[in-house]
């Protein structure tokens, strides 16, 4: 049966990519990307599909993404299809993983079909964004054995390529393993060396000026943008926040590294340190917010089946393309559109109250910490 299940499942999105005539538009960024390496072109300068989009990654990422470059587009969307429905599979088993708990090949099958359709998940297939390969390499790392060897580089390799995993390197250093956060310094430094040599002056335009032009990666005010900036943006109908921004999100990245810091579980922590970035980050499209797989999984661990059914409802119901979204109308929403409009930040700020009443109760926060022996599902 639950082979069925997935199989139906992946054959629908396919049927779907085709009927709608997917452009995959950010692989083929990436295409654009890894043919400016080949061909010596502007990196930081080009523009592509018919929404002019930018290269936005470091210069590591283009030199990862050159062997797109060798691929047609149609077989580039199919490889890009293929690949993320892996690294679904992948991804829900680590979740479990990360959970305490083996999945059985039934169990897994049947979790991949339905995590396929959460808005994230779907939304990184279709675009052919590459969240779930990020996700994966950082969770696969922290959920290593301690003591693993080389645990951390996997974390410094996703900083390489998207930075924002670097967050984890701080995460390692308030949970006292120095020796995990500076293997995965050294490993990000490494990607930072490599893509110098390979691109000096791109690295050089990257890290000196295209890094702080946020805006280069979007409009922060739209409703694609599911971060705190996003919501506090079209909440005061202001496209530049600034300060109304700025400072919750400092008291915010604070707490939630702090409660990260010493949850109880380590599971928790990891959690906690994800959805505190996607908060503070100036622009965390939707489909970043793929790290609502394991916390669903980690949820439904811990018996909180009602909570996990919420969460899973919000990452599914897709109510932020249901507002009013067309030219400048995000910031033109009515006060009951403003929570349909940014489901993800509200329960992330939820989530992070939720922990904080946790761990100020006695209880809890005396609590040891637990391992967490895997179990068979």
Same mark, same amino acid.
Not at 88 to 94: H, W, Y
Not at 334 to 346: G, I, V
């Given at each position: 049966m639950s082979c069925v299940l997935l199989a139906v499942s992946l054959s629908s999105l396919a049927v779907l990519c085709v009927w709608q005539r997917v452009p995959m538009a950010d692989a083929l960024v990436y295409r654009a990307e890894g043919a400016a390496v080949v061909h010596g072109g502007d990196l930081y300068g080009l523009t592509v599909t018919e929404w002019h989009l930018p290269a936005t990654y470091p210069p590591f990422a283009a030199v990862l993404f050159v062997p797109t470059t060798? @691929?047609?587009?149609?077989?580039?969307?199919?490889?890009?299809?293929?690949?993320?429905?892996? @690294?679904?599979?992948?991804?829900?088993?680590?979740? $479990?993983?990360?959970?305490?708990?083996?999945?059985?090949?039934?169990? @897994?099958?049947?979790?991949?079909?339905?995590?396929?359709?959460?808005?994230?998940?779907f939304q990184t297939v279709v675009f052919g964004q590459i969240n779930l390969a990020i996700v994966c390499l950082s969770l696969w790392d922290l959920t290593r054995p301690a003591g693993a060897r080389a645990k951390g580089a996997a974390v410094g390799v996703a900083a390489g390529i998207k930075l924002v995993p670097a967050v984890f390197i701080g995460y390692l250093l308030l949970r006292r393993r120095p020796r995990e956060a500076a293997t995965a310094a050294v490993a990000g430094a490494a990607t930072v060396l490599l893509g110098t040599l390979a691109l000096p002056s791109a690295s050089v335009d990257f890290f000196t000026r295209r890094l702080y032009q946020t805006d280069r990666v979007g409009k922060p005010w739209i409703i694609d943008n599911q971060s705190l900036q996003g919501l506090i943006a079209r909440l005061l109908r202001d496209p530049a926040p600034g300060p109304a921004w700025l400072l919750p999100a400092t008291a915010i990245g604070a707490t939630g590294l702090w409660l990260a810091a010493r949850a109880r579980e380590e599971r928790w922590g990891i959690l906690l340190t994800a959805f505190t970035t996607?908060?503070?980050?100036?622009?965390?499209?939707?489909?970043?917010?793929?790290?609502?797989?394991?916390?669903?999984?980690?949820?439904?661990?811990?018996?909180?089946?009602? @909570?996990?059914?919420?969460?899973?409802?919000?990452?599914?119901?897709?109510?932020?393309?249901?507002?009013?979204?067309?030219?400048?109308?995000?910031?033109?929403?009515?006060?009951?559109?403003?929570?349909?409009?940014?489901?993800?930040?509200?329960?992330?700020?939820?989530?992070?109250?939720?922990?904080?009443?946790? $761990?100020a109760s006695p209880a809890d926060g005396d609590a040891p910490a637990r391992t967490g022996v895997p179990r068979r599902a």
């Open positions: 060798r @691929l047609p587009a149609p077989v580039l969307k199919a490889v890009f299809l293929a690949g993320n429905a892996l @690294l679904l599979v992948c991804l829900v088993a680590l979740s $479990a993983r990360l959970a305490g708990r083996t999945l059985s090949p039934a169990a @897994l099958r049947s979790a991949t079909a339905l995590a396929l359709w959460l808005e994230p998940v996607l908060l503070v980050c100036p622009i965390s499209w939707s489909h970043h917010w793929v790290w609502c797989v394991p916390l669903i999984a980690v949820l439904l661990t811990e018996h909180r089946v009602r @909570l996990a059914a919420v969460t899973a409802v919000v990452f599914t119901a897709r109510t932020l393309w249901l507002v009013p979204h067309q030219g400048a109308q995000d910031l033109r929403l009515p006060w009951w559109q403003q929570p349909l409009a940014a489901p993800y930040p509200l329960l992330g700020l939820t989530l992070l109250a939720l922990c904080a009443a946790r $761990a």
